[in-house]
T-cell receptor, first 112, second 113 residues
């Protein structure tokens, strides 16, 4: 099956940029997503990118996709304490219907 | 517009008992999904409804789990009988026909003792 890997933890200082990484094994991903889960809350869709794109920017968020290396990243500029949460990457695979395959999640901690 | 809602938010039951989780998707969304996150593991797909039909139930772990979506609106997920390993957070998501964004509910935290 598809493996989607993320590092478990990331700690940054307020105001710095955060980069959360995600690697996957199956190259037939069609849509790639970033979700955010705050404590006690559900999954909030942050942004997504189609597999025919290399980059997408949305305010403080920048998504980079390197299809050759099967690497997806989420950069958060000017990280704030409110950005502290778990971040999940997720993929939809070609021929996989609409089901999302999730990464393990990265806990982002923003320190003052 | 109301988002995806789930009920209950938290359920604590004993092994062998039955629990029914409910999901109300965003109004008008044909697609409804169930996922779960067992402690310390990834969020895993369970099944996908298109209206009232099961489009994909490849992620259902065993026959103790029964999902329904009568009338194509809300959905229920019944676990009978519950086992310890069923503990986790059960998420529901919905998307419109042809949509590629899945909107998630807050989840139901199930604890089986």
């Amino acid at each position: 099956g598809e493996d989607v890997e993320q590092s478990l933890f990331l700690s940054v200082r307020e105001g710095d940029s955060s980069v959360i990484n995600c690697t996957y094994t199956d190259s037939s991903s069609t849509y790639l997503y970033w979700y955010k889960q705050e404590p006690g809350a559900g999954l909030q869709l942050l942004t997504y990118i189609f597999s025919n794109m290399d980059m997408k920017q949305d305010q403080r968020l920048t998504v980079l996709l390197n299809k050759k290396d099967k690497h997806l990243s989420l950069r958060i500029a000017d990280t704030q304490t409110g950005d502290s949460a778990i971040y999940f990457c997720a993929l939809i695979l070609t021929g996989g219907g609409n089901k999302l395959t999730f990464g393990t999640g990265t806990q982002l901690k923003v320190e003052l | 517009e109301a988002g995806v809602t789930q009920f209950p938010s938290h359920s604590v039951i004993e092994k062998g008992q039955t629990v029914t989780l409910r999901c109300d998707p965003i109004s008008g969304h044909d697609n409804l999904y169930w996922y779960r996150r067992v402690m310390g593991k990834e969020i895993k797909f369970l099944l996908h409804f298109v209206k009232e039909s099961k489009q994909d139930e490849s992620g259902m772990p065993n026959n103790r789990f029964l999902a329904e979506r009568t009338g194509g609106t809300y959905s229920t997920l019944k676990v009978q009988p519950a086992e310890l390993e069923d503990s986790g957070v059960y998420f529901c998501a919905s998307s419109p026909r042809g949509g590629y964004e899945q909107f998630f509910g807050p989840g139901t935290r199930l604890t089986v003792l």
